[in-house]
Structures are given as C-alpha cells and as structure tokens.
C-alpha cells in the first residue's frame, strides 16, 4: 500500500506557452484627466526622471505605470548643455550600459538604429527613455504590438486644462504614429545584453526610424530629434510641432536647444503631454512540464487508512467472506505525490474530485507543473 511507483524519463514531457494581455494607456489618462492637474504624475526631488501613475500617486490604488527621462550623448555635436549637464550624462550611460553593453576594448556603445550595436553609423544625441513598470510589460512586451501616437498640432494651454485631455481639437491638431512595425516572430537583434530589440518606425515597417524599443527590458528609447518638431519657446516646451518638408514627418530643428536649456521634468512634461495613447501586447511566459503517473491494473488497489484492515483482512462490503471472490477490493484516489531521490515529497497534486481504483481497471494520472 506504501509501494512508491517509479516515473520514467519517457512519463513526463515539457512545454512552454505564452499568455498575452493587452495594455492601452491612454493620453486622458497620462495628460491630465483629473480635476486637480497631473496629480498622478510624481517628481522625484531628484529631478532625474518623471513618474507616472494611473491613479493620484498618494492614493493607495494607485499603479506606476511608467518612467520618463532624458538623457545626452556627451560625444554628439548637440547644443552645449545649460541645465542639469551631469544628470543628462549619466542617465545616458547608465542606459547604455544596460541596453547595449560594452564593446571590445571595454567602451560602452553608444544607441543607434542599426541591428548592430557595434555599428556607429547613427546616434541618438538626446534620446528620451519610457520605462514601462514590470507590472505591465510582465516578461516582455510582445514583438509587433507597440504602438505610440503623438500629437503634432498646437498646444491649447501648458498645463491643459483639467479633463480636457492634452490637445486643443481646434488647432488643427494631427496625430502621428510610432510602432514596431517591422518585428516579427523571427526578429534577430539579440546582441544586446538587455535581450532583443527593434527599430520604432512612423507609419509602417518602411517609414522613417525615430527610435528603439526593448522587449525584454520594457523600455522604448525615442529619437524625438526624428520625430517632432518644437518651433517655439524650447525651455518651457510650448508652441506647435509641424510637420518637415523634407521627410513629410515631424522634425523637432531646436530639440538640442530645448533638451539643452531646460530641466529634464520640463522636456518630459512636453512629451508626455503630447501622448494621445500608448498600446502594447505584454507576455507572461509559462514553463510546464507534465508527468504522466501511470497506475497499473494491479496498483493501488488498497487504500493507506489503517481502518481499511482489520485482523489484517480487507474490509470491503459484500456477500461472501472477506478476501473471496465477491469482495473485490477497490480504492478510490484522491492525491498524487511527487518524490524526488531520496523519496522526499517535492510536490502534491489534488484530484478534483475521487477516482475508483479497481484490479479490473488500469488509469493515467496527468500532473502539471506550472513555473
């Protein structure tokens, strides 16, 4: 009644599935949806990066959802910084650092938009950071789905006013759209410490590059340098972003000048307020691995409660004597356990419900491990 039964190699199999969920973010919601104004947009007194929630941040509901900064390629030909010089600095390499790691002779690379990190074709000089919170991208963000619109028209009032959402609708206001349109289930660009990666484009998979994004890490890098154009008033990140002659996509001339004068709070301000909705795909990632406890005709007959004997006879209902013909014995299963080596329990599954176990029947028992 005690006999353990042996699982083989060949009694157990693995499998690996991927859950999805999707994520809106909408620009209500991140641009000023409440009565009182940006009460769930936190400031570190820091000043190195703006925190955004879905709720007031003091509230105990309240979820972060992600992370704004901006950082400054101190090798690039941009405006001479005016503000916060070494705060820039450095969110820039500790990004770098993390997202695309260090090169031979022990440099950090520098983001660019090539698959290659080693490539120094094309640098970002100020790229801003989104750094979605775990609790939404989960494992990783699913490969095709980003999508970020932005608006290019004017600005009604900096702040908007409250409910109002973050574009004045009679400015003449556009929207244009950023995603991952050239990812696909076979994506490549693995060179990356932080795992793989994919070029942001506007429009379609052939539209021009403004940016990167990481799956694993949860954090898209935008080059607004390609993607907006600022006319008006850099340091307090007002006036309107109109569209380029030259590519026909917003072109910000004077973000060097904007990124350079002014806080990184208030260049984050100007963005975020200008995001009219962020979507996405998150990944939870399933590792199982199913045992097949097989439990033959002759096993398992006999229960392991010591009132299943008496005198050391069976005790099981019928006509004739105990142990004849008449009495077959039967059990029924409610647990399986699993032992490791050294027959130590590593694992207890419960059946939902009770199975008859009789000589004249044999079962396969499926256990599923889920990590």
Known sequence: MSTLIPLK???????????????????SLISGGYSVHDVNIKNPDHGMFQMVYDYPYLSSSANHIFDISLGHRSGSVATTLTTQNSKKNNIYSMYMQLLCGYDATGSVRELGYSSSMDDTSTKIDFPMFLNFSRLLVKDEIEKGSFRLQLGTGSMATLP???????????????????????????FNSTNSPAGEYATLTTGSADGPAVGTIF????????????????VTTPSACTGSWVSSSATGIPVLTDYGSACASSSIQVVANGLRRRIYNISFNNTTELQSTEYFCRVAHYQAN??????????????VKGTGAAGSKKNIPFSYITTVNLHGPDNEVLAVAKLSEPIKKTPNNDLTLRVRLDY
Do not use: K
């Not at 190699?9 to 620009?27: K, M, V």
């Not at 206001?173 to 696909?184: F, K, L, P, Q, V």
């Not at 006999?302 to 005790?315: A, C, D, V």
């Open 160 to 186: 908007p006013s409250a409910g109002s959402g973050p574009f004045d609708t009679n400015a003449g206001d556009s929207i244009i759209e950023i995603g991952d349109y050239a990812a696909t289930a076979t």
């Open 215 to 230: 799956y694993q890490a949860g954090i898209v890098v935008l080059d607004v340098t390609q993607s907006l154009q600022h």
């Open 302 to 315: 006999y229960s392991n409660n010591p009132t299943y004997l008496s005198s050391s006879q069976i005790r």
């Open 9 to 27: 190699h060949s009694d157990s199999a693995q499998q690996r599935e991927q859950l999805h969920e999707a994520i809106p973010a909408t620009g």
